[in-house]
């Protein structure tokens, strides 16, 4: 079995949308599941692989907007597609402005997610 490198990082409290995601993303890359702002930290700390954070907004212990300036202190290559159900447009450019690389306004369709990955990866 190949190793797989690429390994993306879900941060989302939703079990549900959690599991899919994992599902679908799991076959390409090595996929980590979490769901406060607090595991994420401990983890990103300790971790090398994360290459993609699937960043929810809306956690138990904070805002994922809050917390992108820290993801990309602690790795600054990292890319964030920050995942929410409110459409705010300042808290859209609030994410952009704080480092995420997409915005997703949930409900989204998980082709999408599917879909940007490679092009982050690639950039």
């Known amino acids: 079995m190949e190793i797989q490198q690429k390994t993306i990082l879900i941060?989302?409290?939703?079990?549900?949308?959690?599991?899919?995601l994992k599902v679908c993303l799991q076959r390409e890359y090595a996929?980590?599941?979490?769901?406060?702002?607090?595991?994420?930290n401990t983890w990103l700390t300790q971790q090398q692989a994360a290459v993609v954070v699937l960043l929810?907004?809306?956690?138990?212990?904070?805002y994922?907007?809050?917390f992108l300036e820290e993801i990309l202190k602690l790795?600054?290559?990292?890319?964030?597609?920050?995942?929410?159900?409110?459409?705010?447009?300042?808290?859209?450019?609030?994410?952009?402005?704080?480092?995420?690389?997409?915005?997703?306004?949930?409900p989204f369709n998980v082709a999408e997610i599917q879909r940007l990955i490679p092009l982050l990866l690639a950039s």
Request: a negative charge.
């Open 64 to 66: 994922g907007v809050n």
């Open 75 to 106: 790795k600054s290559g990292i890319k964030v597609i920050l995942m929410t159900a409110d459409i705010n447009p300042d808290l859209r450019q609030k994410a952009l402005d704080n480092g995420a690389r997409y915005f997703l306004p949930k």
């Open 11 to 20: 941060v989302d409290d939703d079990p549900d949308l959690c599991l899919i």
């Open 31 to 40: 996929v980590q599941v979490l769901h406060t702002l607090g595991e994420a």
């Open 56 to 62: 929810d907004n809306t956690l138990p212990d904070g």
